[in-house]
């Protein structure tokens, strides 16, 4: 480990209080503390990436000529100490470097055996690439689980056994983790909408540990290829007890997961495979005009732009 990945680095009492944990329950580590840890994430960190495109309608982010100094889109450097201070202290979200690589700092705190895993997401075309262009965390109790804050949407709310157990969250969302029979990689983590009966690959990862240091060409690259997804366009999500939020330069999107009988959003038990056309996806969409981007960022997604 080395010294910019040390978990010592984080206040974990500050760190639970931004996602709203309770810091005097919290047992000795389980499965059922990390899977409230894990849910408690996505709900209240953001996945986003404004620290390298910059306030979508501010071209000042973009150039470093805010009047006061301060560049909103000035780059991620993956060090714990800084990623404390923009998540934590600044109350920032971040992409899958800076979520799972602050998660990882902060389950290590509290005495989880957890590994930084390097996996690839996949396309549409089936492709996963660049390397590494995905940090997860693969955590081990009695089995080894795929933890993961970082995966834009869906989220994935629970640990998912490395067995191929479905594991089915509060909104409905089934994941899996199943042996890969790609030559590249030895896992894909696959995830299945409720009101869909086939599943999507995420990504495809093996379960080699490695240190933060090692996403650092990836992260780069992420960040300046004008074949990058995070270096064109703004983007924030974040999840709901019943599905999720995304807000990218010009909309917000409101997409929920409900019974299509009553309207009512379905727990973890209420649906099964044989149910699934039962529940149906909703998906609604309301302009942002630029003047209201900054108050929708903030008063949606917690992420102060000013």
Avoid at 156 to 169: C, F, N
Avoid at 260 to 266: I, Q, R, V
Wanted: glycine share 6%; with cysteine.
């Amino acid at each position: 480990m080395t010294d910019r990945d040390r978990p010592d680095a984080i206040d974990v009492d500050a760190y639970l209080d931004r996602i709203d944990a309770d810091v005097d329950s919290l047992p000795d580590p389980d499965y059922e503390t990390l899977s409230r840890l894990q849910a408690a994430h996505v709900q209240h960190v953001p996945f986003e990436n404004l620290a390298i495109v910059g306030h979508p309608h501010r071209e000042d982010d973009r150039t470093g000529d805010a009047d006061d100094g301060t560049v909103l889109g000035d780059g991620v450097a993956l060090d714990t100490d800084a990623l404390f201070e923009k998540i934590v202290e600044r109350e920032r979200g971040g992409y899958c470097f800076e979520l799972n690589g602050l998660f990882h700092a902060l389950l290590a705190s509290l005495g989880y055996d957890v590994d930084r895993v390097a996996a690839r997401v996949v396309g549409r075309d089936g492709d996963a690439r660049p390397p590494a262009n995905h940090h997860a965390n693969v955590v081990h109790l009695h089995r080894p689980f795929v933890v993961d804050v970082g995966t834009g949407t869906p989220q994935l709310r629970q640990p998912v056994p490395l067995d191929g157990t479905e594991v089915t969250d509060d909104a409905g969302v089934a994941w899996r983790v199943v042996d890969s029979d790609r030559v590249d990689a030895e896992y894909e983590t696959q995830y299945r909408e409720p009101h869909q009966r086939d599943w999507t690959t995420r990504y495809v990862f093996d379960t080699t540990p490695r240190d933060l240091s090692y996403f650092d060409a990836t992260n780069d690259y992420l960040q300046t290829s004008p074949e990058s997804p995070f270096a064109t366009a703004p983007t924030l999500a974040i999840a709901t007890p019943d599905g999720y939020r995304r807000l990218d330069a010009n909309t917000h999107t409101l997409v929920t997961f409900h019974d299509a009988d009553d309207g009512t959003s379905p727990g973890p038990d209420s649906v099964g495979r044989d149910d699934r056309t039962r529940i149906e996806k909703r998906t609604r969409e309301r302009p942002v005009p630029p003047g209201d981007w900054a108050l929708v960022a903030a008063s949606t997604f917690g992420v102060d732009v000013e």
